[in-house]
């Protein structure tokens, strides 16, 4: 097995976390007003990354078979995942609203704003087509945490719902994500052969470029570390099995696997991102422990600048 020189994982991982920072310090110094954070997050959430997905899935190459296989890896190696966390929340003895935003935090991943970094940044100098796989697997994982997330937070939610009543929730959700919507876009224009004349793909794929860098400036913005002290327990289990635990089940289930060490990586560097700041607000709206929720993202995406690194290390 090929070990990357630690100037390789410095290289990859810490462009990443430089800017999370910066993000951090500039609002942490006011150098720009919260409301600016707010609308910078709105900008890629509903332009800049649907622009780099539709952009680049426009004119890719891909081939179905790896891309399906990527993504049982990662489906499977989730599942199990949520499967510890539902088993640790019963050692654990959370209450139900607990349950639900501790097994979310476990298996939901940051997979727009560190795992796609983290994908092209550690992988695209390797293969070029890693970053097209790695925004596929991005449409298709958003589309899996969204239904799981959905039935997790439902079913232990103080007001808890029905069947009917969860499977409108989870469609809503579905039907209205921004990169959902860009992803299908890309994928028809694709398949049709149609390309984007000059004045409407330079546009979007300038808007695509600028996304990385934004959405780093983003989470690291909306970071918020002070309610990490007290209630360790649960945070703790819940972030070192998102960014620990999850990530080695990819590892277990890719023997199991024909893939390259690329495509391998692809799956394994989103099961390792932390949990996703989106955990957060779908806590809070579906009545389970929102406050949790926030310590989970919080945490987890701290422990990730130190297991990142070693999980390349381990992987290439």
């Not at 090929?2 to 990859?12: A, H, L, T």
């Not at 539709?54 to 199990?80: H, K, M, Q, Y």
Request: aromatic letters at 10%; hydrophobic letters at 55%.
């Amino acid at each position: 097995m090929f070990y990357p020189p630690p100037m390789f994982i410095i290289n990859s991982i810490a462009p990443i976390f430089l800017l999370i920072a910066l993000g951090k310090l500039l609002h942490k110094t006011g150098f720009f007003p919260e409301p600016f954070f707010k609308g910078l997050n709105k900008l890629v959430y509903w332009f800049a990354l649907p622009a780099l997905l539709t952009s680049r899935i426009s004119i890719a190459r891909f081939e179905f078979g790896t891309i399906s296989r990527v993504f049982l890896l990662f489906t499977i190696a989730t599942l199990l995942s949520l499967g510890i966390a539902w088993g640790a929340a019963r050692l654990l003895k959370l209450p139900a609203p607990k349950t639900g935003s501790f097994i979310q935090g476990s298996f939901r991943g940051n997979g727009a704003f560190i795992g796609l970094p983290v994908v092209v940044y550690a992988l695209g100098d390797l293969d070029p087509q890693a970053e097209v796989l790695g925004l596929l697997l991005l449409a298709a994982l958003t589309i899996l945490f969204n239904i799981l997330s959905v039935v997790v937070l439902v079913h232990h939610g103080r007001r808890r719902a029905g069947t009917k009543e969860s499977i409108r929730i989870s469609m809503e959700q579905l039907v209205k994500n921004p990169l959902i919507l860009a992803c299908v876009a890309g994928m028809a224009l694709n398949l049709a052969g149609i390309a984007l004349p000059p004045f409407l793909f330079r546009p979007l794929d300038a808007l695509g470029n600028a996304a990385l860098p934004l959405v780093l400036f983003g989470i690291g913005a909306s970071l918020t570390f002070e309610r990490l002290h007290g209630a360790a327990s649960p945070t703790l289990v819940a972030s070192l099995i998102k960014v620990a635990a999850t990530p080695a089940l990819g590892f277990l289930v890719a023997a199991f696997f024909d893939l390259g060490t690329v495509e391998r990586m692809v799956a394994i560097l989103y099961l390792a991102s932390p949990a996703a700041a989106a955990s957060y607000v779908m806590a809070e709206m579906m009545d389970n422990d929102g406050p949790l929720a926030g310590r989970i993202v919080a945490l987890s995406t701290l422990l990730s600048a130190i297991t990142l690194p070693i999980i390349i290390a381990l992987g290439l």
